[in-house]
């Protein structure tokens, strides 16, 4: 049951609001959420053992790397047995060498969504009690939680309730898997535009105000019909009134007090400020060399791995790795035929990235597996190909021999069991014979 809300309350608007996401950003979306990392200056450390999850399992970050790494493994093997199917040898090589694509399209905002829910403070702190505060937030996360998974399904892998921020609100992560037809061959692809509130602003702001009527939120500004209203009546739209994230309110506000109070006190602590003015430049350039340095490491990192996918594939290309089963666990082998010069190459580029080797691995096994299948399949058939031809080729010859003198057949009849013997050896395929054939048709002969 919804808590009752009086009709001469004031009418509040559900907020909700759709922000990119990369998968590189889980890290630090998980930082923030577990309060390690990001803004902090607006979470009540005393409150923070109060959020609480909604959706999805504790290690939902973890589970949709991997099963973004699936994706991009899946559909290189696809593409790689498509372009064998093709007999496309020159690509093949060349995508060897460049390995797996990331499974979107270019985008500005990132093939993910969060999803933010909430509502003006004032409306969760209007009821008397702590009891019927709590029994109201409830309610909105029970509504928000229906919303999500009515309209978004199992592509919403996490979801959280905040309660150490100043109002109540629902942070949700929507990964849009969907499997498209690409030139013939089916891919999996991460879509935003698959859900059609996503695609469609107004008609998101449609359905969230809809969902939480009950609880007496109302839907938010009409912006968009208002802009299209004026601009038919020929008259000045509304101002565009861009969201602020609070992390950036509050430093607009800092920067505020901190110019009117440096303005009051300028004169008497003049020398004082500048002090300080020295003092943060120096510790924010400390860390600013810090940062780069940290980010310099991780793009030769980044570097160093990617390089080690790129000498695997480049040799497996070229003949100089192959890829054995050792109990059910892909291992990378060095061929008897390999150039010396080429192995100390690849081996020197791939002992600097082990967590390349290790994802090279992953990928090329599967796309390797599918191709010596199909070439298991292709020489299976041939075998039973030939076979059938030598058969038919000797009933010929017995056919023909039958219709001859009985001397003439006695003496074809031997020449036929040898040449039949040396036949079946040229092919290999009286390999298990452990005698010759004796007797045997010639005696139709």
């Known amino acids: 049951m919804f808590p009752v809300v009086h009709q001469s309350c004031p009418k509040f608007a ?6 990119g996401l990369f998968p590189k950003d889980i890290g630090g979306y998980e930082k923030h959420r577990t309060r390690n990392g990001g803004d902090l200056g ?13 959706i999805g399992e504790a290690d939902w970050a973890a589970q ?3 099963m973004i790494e699936d994706m991009k493994a899946e559909n290189f093997a696809d593409e790689i047995e498509t372009l064998t199917r093709r007999r496309r040898k020159k690509q093949i090589k060349e995508r060897m060498a460049e ?40 309610a909105f996360e029970d509504v928000a939680r229906d919303w999500l998974l009515e309209n978004f399904g199992e592509d919403v892998v996490h ?22 037809d690409l030139n013939g061959t089916k891919r999996w692809m991460l879509q935003p535009s698959k859900h059609d509130l996503i695609k469609d602003y107004e008609a998101a702001q449609d359905s969230v105000g809809a969902h939480f009527a009950p609880l007496s939120l109302v839907r938010g ?22 969201h602020v994230r609070t992390a950036d309110w509050r430093k607009a506000e800092d920067a505020r007090i901190v110019e009117t109070r440096a303005e009051l006190d300028r004169r008497a602590e003049a020398m004082a400020a500048e002090e300080g003015t020295i003092k943060q430049k120096r510790e924010a350039l400390t860390g600013r060399e810090n940062a780069i340095g940290a980010r310099e490491d991780a793009a ?77 399949d292709e020489a299976k058939t041939a075998v039973a190909r030939d076979t059938a031809e030598i058969q ?24 036929r069991v040898s040449l039949t013997a040396r036949i079946m050896a040229l092919t290999g395929r009286d390999a298990g014979r452990k005698t010759p054939v004796k007797g045997g048709d010639d005696e139709r002969l």
């Open 14 to 19: 559900i907020v909700c609001r759709f922000q």
């Open 221 to 242: 500004e009409r912006r968009a019909e208002a802009v299209r209203k004026a601009r038919q009546a020929g008259e000045e739209p509304p101002a565009y009134r861009q």
């Open 392 to 415: 038919s080729a000797d009933e010929k010859i017995v056919e023909i021999v039958s219709r001859l003198p009985d001397a003439e057949r006695r003496s074809i009849g031997k020449i």
């Open 99 to 138: 390995g797996p694509r990331d499974p979107w399209r270019a985008t500005r905002h990132g093939p993910m969504r969060e999803v933010i829910l909430t509502a003006n403070r004032d409306w969760f702190d209007a009821l008397p009690t702590p009891a019927a505060r709590e029994a109201r937030a409830q």
């Open 300 to 376: 030769v990192a980044k570097e160093q791995e990617a390089d080690a996918v790129l000498a695997v594939g480049q040799g497996l290309a070229a003949g100089a790795f192959d890829i054995k089963d050792r109990d059910g666990t892909p291992a990378l082998v060095e061929t008897p035929d390999a150039k010396p010069g080429l192995l100390s190459k690849l081996r020197a580029r791939m002992a600097l990235s082990s967590a390349g080797r290790a994802r090279a691995l992953h990928v090329f096994s599967k796309a390797l597996a599918r191709l010596r299948e199909k070439a298991r």
């Open 64 to 66: 949709t790397i991997a």
């Open 42 to 54: 607006h979470v009540d450390p005393t409150r923070s053992h109060l959020n609480r999850p909604v």
């Open 159 to 180: 979801a959280r309730a905040d309660l150490d921020e100043q109002a109540f609100h629902i942070h949700a992560v929507i990964v849009p898997k969907i499997q498209v």
